[in-house]
């Protein structure tokens, strides 16, 4: 198993956070995390999803007949558990079923498009995804970035087979996730783009549409597996 497979990653991390992914499997994915950082920015991205969700959810406790009724229905003959545990069941299970809902409509579609954009130290400073679903989209996680001088901010550009760099937007700083639906000249930029580069800006971006400062770094666009 590895990153580059992004439709297990992802899968693996939405339940890893939800908390459905349990025992060995679940303390692999652990060190897996701790050891990769393509991996440890999906369970961010997952965590900024869900865990809204979970903030939002207030503990009901049932009538005591609901409980009758099921251990009639199942016939047990146990005695019946403290109720003070529903309001925390029932709470796990919204948050479950809420995060289902959520990964349905929410989950950008599948990866077409993979850049790893890596600073001069070789470590991982951007992971760039495009996705293809109802609508174009794109995600971007960050690594540990390279020093920024203050008032400045790094620049994204797809560097379009024929034409001019097109801007994707202004990088998120170090551990950030930054999620953005792709107007249609990124998209057929990026369609015939095999490089992606970065370039240093005022702070909130280029303000002519294309880039001003030097390019601090590049990085090949490949087509995802």
Known sequence: MTPDNTELVDRLAAEYVLGTLRGPARRRF?????STATVDARCRLWEERLLPLARGIRPVRPPPRVWDGIARRLRFTSAR???AMWPWALAAS???AAGA?????????????LATIAAPSGQAAWIVEVYAGREGQLVIRSG???????GHAYELWALPAKGSPVSLGVLPATGGVA????????????SSASQVAVSLEPAGGSPTG????????TAPLRAAS
Not at 30 to 34: G, I
Not at 101 to 106: D, E, I, K, L
């Open 94 to 96: 919204l948050l479950l």
């Open 81 to 83: 558990p403290q109720m």
């Open 30 to 34: 652990e060190r897996w995390r701790q």
């Open 101 to 113: 809902t959520f990964m349905f409509w929410n989950t950008p579609g599948r990866v077409t498009q």
């Open 179 to 190: 999620r953005r639906v792709l107007a249609a000249a990124q998209i057929q930029a990026l």
């Open 144 to 150: 540990t970035l390279p020093p920024l001088a203050a």
């Open 210 to 217: 294309a880039p001003t400062g030097p390019v601090v770094l």
